[in-house]
């Protein structure tokens, strides 16, 4: 047991039904049927072939993209395919979550065998909604279509999602209010290493913040400038957008018009008062990289022209981090610099993975984005920690107890029969 949670060493699996939670949510091509990165399908192994050596009769339940980003929303079948070639062993896949044919398929399981189902955000009662407007009790999700249907053909829960502790779902939380409960072995190196870094970093320690799912980058800054774990921060990306407008400096319609559009204008207020308190800890962009007539432009933040939207911070600002980020001891970052998929807008991202590499600094990357970059620079065997989570670290790293953490801490308590 590690944090008051088991892991796999407390719990027996043999002969046993495991229903077990993966995060193998990955960008899809949806023209192809195919997955354009299998990162996280690879991270979750270790913990798949273990219960199936160990004669588990396994059914794996994962999410792919959500219904508000409707690019990624799609079947998990063909992650059944990469599961298979990866674990060198048949991978069944069902089109069903929780209906009569998924658990026929769970109930004629043998000992070793792996089922994975279908995408669970295809239950209403999962969707990413309830994120935004729901909230269920522990009590609720338990009595949830996906908990009442699945729990009874079940002996055990594992979750091994840690990309997705942050979020208060039944196939996350509701399991473990009536099933004993462990987690996986990727959730527990991601949730320990985690853990511990934080309570030490090496100073100074330095956080680099980017990428455009900003909601929780905000609490999380006060957080750890509050609580002095981190000693600078470098707000590049979208909250650097935030952050310079919250300034006072003006960066262009345009850019406005798209920090309204992805519902953060109140986070303009938010980053007052967190320059107000840190002002001196928190680094903004000097300059950014835009696009004209398809060409890179760079300008003075203050010399923005009216049509133009930031794409990426500038080469000032990216040679200065770089050297901030060369004399820290801790670099945490999460988020590219910019859209860094087009090489005229990536100059930023790639400086400052050109640095990470480079470092003697510990560094740790989360979220899908940065390990793409990580991936696309060739950094990925010199970045010390590679975390899968991205939303799901930044929400750790407010402070926050992780709903997933809360209940595996419940479904813990719980005796397996003998
Ligand atoms: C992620 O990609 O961060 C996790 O898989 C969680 O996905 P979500 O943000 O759609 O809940």
Known sequence: MRFGINTLDDVAVTDKTVLCRIDINQPVDQTTGTLKDTTRIEACIPTIRELSDKGAKLVLLAHQGSDIEYKNFYTTRPHGAVLSRLLDREVRFIDDVCGPAARDAIRALRPGEILLLDNVRFVSEEQTLFELKLQLSPEEQAKTLLVRNLAPLADLYICDAFAAAHRDQPSLCGFEQILPSAMGRLFEEEFCAISSLMKRPERPCLFVLGGTKINDAFLMMDRVLQDAVADRVLAGGLAGQVLLWAEGRDIGEPSRAFIRKQGYEALVETGRELLAKYGDRIETPVDCGTLNNGERREYRIGDIPQDALILDIGTETATAWQERIGTAKTVFVNGPMGV???????????????????????????????????????????????????????????????????????????????
């Open 340 to 418: 860094f998929e087009d090489e005229k807008t990536e100059k930023g991202t790639r400086m400052i993975w050109d640095a990470l590499g480079g470092t003697p600094a510990y560094t740790v990357i989360g979220g899908g984005d940065s390990i793409t970059a990580t991936k696309k620079y060739g950094k990925t065997g010199f970045i010390n920690y590679i975390c899968t989570g991205g939303g799901a670290l930044i929400r750790f790293l407010t402070g926050e107890d992780l709903p997933v953490v809360r209940a595996l801490r419940h479904g813990s308590a719980i005796k397996q029969k003998e």
